[in-house]
C-alpha cells in the first residue's frame, strides 16, 4: 500500500518521509491501526482518500493494491 502523510504528518514518522510504501497482508488492515503502528495520532488525521475517494478514517480498511492520503486540518485565512 502507497501513504502519503500530507502537511506535517510526516513529522511524526521517523524516517519524517511523506511518501512510505507499507506491507499490508491480501485480507486488509484497518487504516488507523497503520498510523498507530506510525505513530501517527488519528486526531491528528482530518482528512483521509483512499485511491482518490474520500473515506471515514474510522471505517477504513486498507488492502495491498491502495493508494492512501491522509491531511491534517487545513486552515486559511
Not at 27 to 48: K, M, S, T
Not at 57 to 62: D, G, H, T
Amino acid at each position: 500500500m502507497k501513504l502519503h502523510l500530507g502537511g506535517h504528518l510526516n513529522f511524526f514518522d521517523t524516517g519524517k518521509r511523506s511518501r512510505l510504501e507499507i506491507a499490508v497482508p491480501s485480507e486488509g488492515l484497518p487504516l488507523v491501526d497503520i498510523l498507530q503502528n506510525l505513530n501517527v495520532p488519528v486526531g491528528e488525521v482530518a482528512i483521509v482518500a483512499v485511491n482518490g475517494e474520500l473515506a471515514d478514517l474510522e471505517a477504513c480498511r486498507v488492502y495491498p493494491q491502495d493508494s492512501v492520503e491522509v491531511y491534517p486540518p487545513i486552515g486559511g485565512g
